[in-house]
């Protein structure tokens, strides 16, 4: 019966890729679509100004009561997913329309960005006629009101009526709460048809339908200690010697494989080292006339697959094993978000795009590099229905004070995104 499903789907996409061209009503879409694009960006910089760093609980629920005052004036019944305390994180806003017309779709976007309060606030600025700076302007808020301005577009003649939308915008991608944060992400887009996530565009001419994940790991070396005239002698090589051993090693065996990466983010060492996981900071002390007897070292490890992550960890724990005279290492390794494999469906998703791209004179749609790209919200459901990523905003810079989005890209992204959901709901 899965098989049939599948079969099924995969024919009614191929039945939306050929012979289209923009019909009466999808023209009024993108005309009303440009009509309201001014009140789109003003939208935009009023979320942009309100700082929503994960950490900053009061500001992701701030700008999650902005986009869910949208989402009630289009229909959707929106609601806030709380999460335990003991998370520290804020929660999650969903929007949701139940119909019975054409594809239940599950739309991505995350409310909180990288900027928390203690960091310099950077208000959102008209640099010129194409390019805006702000905090989050591309990741992600100009994707979330992307969303919205799309939807608005389609609710504007009707095209919302008995479709089956669920939109959920997660408070914590930039740093997530673990598992528990993610259940009912998962529980919900497990009832669509597919999802579509609208995480950082790479123009016009490319979407995702693969991205690496990410997991973390913890490397602990224990050595003998004493006078450092008596390394590599009765005190063996010291703590710090096997650190370097090891990461050499990992940089050596493992660093030309394709789609993986693996980045050592923290190293401290010498007699005495104190690590608080909550504020990600170390502090050690030692001298140098002493055979440091500690190291810690703590990275991430980035992957295309379930198959390629466990590999890398099987052979990072091989070469740990093998221990230089009188140190003792140990690895551990902590999953964070799973990896979005690039498939055939997410790829028959890809030519949906591309066809409307062509029908809108925009050119050809390609896939883009899976190891161009970070970990997202779309890989925990990813292995679950067929996904695409990378539908937001353009722009320069993400992640750092010189964001920025691409003002002209970006109306035609959201025309893009309005004639999308219609095709697939019609």
Same mark, same amino acid.
Request: proline share 4%; net charge neutral; glycine share 10%.
């Given at each position: 019966?899965?098989?049939?499903?599948?079969?099924?789907? /995969?024919?009614?996409?191929?039945?939306?890729?050929?012979?289209?061209?923009?019909?009466?009503?999808?023209?009024?879409?993108?005309?009303?679509?440009?009509?309201?694009?001014?009140?789109?960006?003003?939208?935009?910089?009023?979320?942009?100004?309100?700082?929503?760093?994960?950490?900053?609980?009061?500001?992701?629920?701030?700008?999650?009561?902005?986009?869910?005052?949208? @989402?009630?004036?289009?229909? /959707?019944?929106?609601?806030?997913?709380?999460?335990?305390?003991?998370?520290?994180?804020?929660?999650?806003?969903?929007?949701?329309?139940?119909?019975?017309?054409?594809?239940?779709? /599950?739309?991505?976007?995350?409310?909180?960005?990288?900027?928390?309060?203690?960091?310099? @606030?950077?208000?959102?600025?008209?640099?010129?006629?194409?390019?805006?700076?702000?905090?989050?302007?591309?990741?992600?808020?100009?994707?979330?009101?992307?969303?919205?301005?799309?939807?608005?577009?389609?609710?504007?003649?009707?095209?919302?009526?008995? *479709?089956?939308?669920?939109?959920?915008?997660?408070?914590?991608?930039?740093?997530?709460?673990?598992?528990?944060?993610?259940?009912?992400?998962?529980?919900?887009?497990?009832?669509?048809?597919?999802?579509?996530?609208?995480?950082?565009?790479?123009?016009?001419?490319?979407?995702?339908?693969?991205?690496?994940?990410?997991?973390?790991?913890?490397?602990?070396?224990?050595?003998?200690?004493?006078?450092?005239?008596?390394?590599?002698?009765?005190?063996?090589?010291?703590?710090?010697?096997?650190?370097?051993?090891?990461?050499?090693?990992?940089?050596?065996?493992?660093?030309?494989?394709?789609?993986?990466?693996?980045?050592?983010?923290?190293?401290?060492?010498?007699?005495?080292?104190?690590?608080?996981?909550?504020?990600?900071?170390?502090?050690?002390?030692?001298?140098?006339?002493?055979?440091?007897?500690?190291?810690?070292?703590?990275?991430?490890?980035? /992957?295309? =697959?379930?198959?390629?992550?466990?590999?890398?960890?099987?052979?990072?724990?091989?070469?740990?094993?093998?221990?230089?005279?009188?140190?003792?290492? *140990?690895?551990?390794?902590?999953?964070?978000?799973?990896?979005?494999?690039? =498939?055939?469906?997410?790829?028959?998703?890809?030519?949906?795009?591309?066809?409307?791209?062509?029908?809108?004179?925009?050119?050809?749609?390609? =896939?883009?590099?899976?190891?161009?790209?970070?970990?997202?919200?779309?890989?925990?459901?990813?292995?679950?229905?067929?996904?695409?990523?990378?539908?937001?905003?353009?722009?320069?810079?993400?992640?750092?004070?010189?964001? *920025?989005?691409?003002?002209?890209?970006?109306?035609?992204?959201?025309?893009?995104?309005?004639?999308?959901?219609?095709?697939?709901?019609?």
């Amino acid at each position: 019966m899965l098989k049939l499903y599948v079969t099924a789907f /995969f024919l009614s996409l191929s039945g939306l890729v050929s012979g289209q061209s923009l019909s009466a009503v999808e023209k009024k879409v993108l005309a009303t679509a440009r009509q309201i694009q001014p009140e789109t960006e003003q939208f935009l910089e009023k979320v942009v100004n309100v700082n929503s760093g994960t950490l900053n609980l009061e500001g992701v629920r701030e700008n999650g009561r902005l986009m869910a005052a949208e @989402f009630e004036k289009l229909g /959707f019944k929106t609601e806030w997913v709380p999460l335990p305390d003991s998370l520290g994180r804020a929660g999650h806003l969903v929007a949701t329309r139940q119909g019975n017309r054409g594809k239940k779709l /599950f739309l991505i976007g995350h409310l909180d960005t990288v900027f928390e309060k203690s960091l310099p @606030f950077d208000p959102f600025t008209r640099v010129n006629d194409s390019t805006a700076a702000g905090q989050g302007a591309n990741d992600m808020k100009g994707g979330d009101v992307l969303i919205i301005a799309a939807l608005k577009a389609l609710h504007a003649h009707g095209l919302l009526d008995d *479709t089956s939308i669920t939109v959920y915008f997660t408070g914590d991608e930039e740093s997530g709460g673990g598992p528990e944060s993610r259940r009912d992400f998962i529980e919900r887009a497990r009832k669509c048809d597919l999802a579509l996530a609208f995480e950082g565009a790479q123009g016009l001419t490319h979407v995702t339908t693969g991205r690496r994940g990410s997991s973390s790991w913890t490397l602990k070396i224990a050595s003998r200690t004493g006078h450092s005239s008596r390394i590599f002698s009765d005190l063996g090589y010291g703590a710090i010697f096997e650190a370097a051993r090891i990461l050499n090693e990992f940089r050596r065996a493992l660093g030309q494989e394709k789609y993986l990466t693996f980045n050592p983010g923290l190293i401290v060492g010498g007699s005495d080292v104190r690590y608080d996981a909550a504020s990600a900071k170390a502090e050690t002390s030692g001298k140098t006339n002493i055979v440091a007897p500690v190291a810690l070292v703590k990275g991430d490890l980035r /992957f295309i =697959s379930e198959a390629q992550k466990e590999s890398a960890r099987a052979r990072m724990r091989e070469i740990v094993e093998k221990s230089l005279p009188l140190t003792k290492a *140990t690895i551990t390794f902590e999953d964070g978000i799973p990896a979005m494999e690039p =498939s055939d469906k997410n790829e028959n998703l890809r030519k949906v795009v591309d066809q409307l791209s062509r029908d809108m004179g925009l050119g050809p749609v390609l =896939s883009g590099d899976p190891g161009a790209r970070g970990a997202g919200d779309v890989s925990f459901v990813a292995q679950y229905l067929p996904c695409l990523d990378g539908l937001g905003a353009s722009g320069r810079g993400a992640h750092s004070i010189e964001e *920025t989005i691409n003002l002209k890209e970006y109306p035609l992204l959201i025309q893009r995104a309005a004639l999308l959901i219609y095709r697939l709901t019609k």
